[in-house]
T-cell receptor
Framework: GQSLEQPSEVTAVEGAIVQINCTYQ??????LSWYQQHDGGAPTFLSYNALDGLEETGRFSSFLSRSDSYGYLLLQELQMKDSASYFC????????????FGGGTRLMVKP | EAGVTQFPSHSVIEKGQTVTLRCDPISGHDNLYWYRRVMGKEIKFLLHFVKESKQDESGMPNNRFLAERTGGTYSTLKVQPAELEDSGVYFC????????????FGQGTRLTVV
């Protein structure tokens, strides 16, 4: 089976940096993805890490350590619009099939 | 390009009634998935279509749930009869065969069973 753990809620102020952690237990590992979901909206793909290290896309970066079964999403220069839920997820195989999601981290950005 | 669209956006039904949810994937995406998020918990996999065939339905909770994808285009998910615990947000996602790393989600159908 597969399971992912992430904090349920994080609060930060505008302009700050926040890190959302995700630890996982999987029978096979094929990469770690991050999705963002605003209330009432569609989960939207942010990033995918297959190999160890940091991937940067604008203000958002994602990190993976396969030896530690751990990854994180780093959000810099926080903006109010970043308030949303963030989910880490792993695919069931390397064909990109079903995703297993963590419980989601609700990020609240305050002025 | 149109994204994944789901209909209806909200549905409130009484216990014992039937509800049918519809998903129109992105044109050309052979892979179509149904997921469900209940009570703010994790998003859970229900099933996966490749074209019109069910590839994996291991996440379907019980036989009150029936999914179809006739013709390999849009998909429907029927719940009959609905129970209180079926309440939640039902998401549809699609993915082209050529892309393994990203799924495109719809905005979901919020189902409330009262």
């Amino acid at each position: 089976g597969q399971s992912l753990e992430q904090p349920s809620e994080v609060t930060a102020v505008e302009g700050a940096i926040v890190q959302i952690n995700c630890t996982y237990q999987t029978s096979g590992f094929y990469g770690l993805s991050w999705y963002q979901q605003h209330d009432g909206g569609a989960p939207t793909f942010l990033s995918y890490n297959a190999l160890d290290g940091l991937e940067e896309t604008g203000r958002f970066s994602s990190f993976l350590s396969r030896s530690d079964s751990y990854g994180y999403l780093l959000l810099q220069e926080l903006q109010m619009k970043d308030s949303a839920s963030y989910f880490c997820a792993v695919p069931s195989n390397n064909a990109g099939n079903m995703l297993t999601f963590g419980g989601g981290t609700r990020l609240m950005v305050k002025p | 390009e149109a994204g994944v669209t789901q209909f209806p956006s909200h549905s409130v039904i009484e216990k014992g009634q039937t509800v049918t949810l519809r998903c129109d994937p992105i044109s050309g995406h052979d892979n179509l998935y149904w997921y469900r998020r209940v009570m703010g918990k994790e998003i859970k996999f229900l099933l996966h279509f490749v074209k019109e065939s069910k590839q994996d339905e291991s996440g379907m909770p019980n036989n009150r749930f029936l999914a179809e994808r006739t013709g390999g285009t849009y998909s429907t998910l029927k719940v009959q009869p609905a129970e209180l615990e079926d309440s939640g947000v039902y998401f549809c996602a699609s993915r082209p065969t050529t892309l393994n790393t990203e799924a495109f989600f719809g905005q979901g159908t919020r189902l409330t069973v009262v």
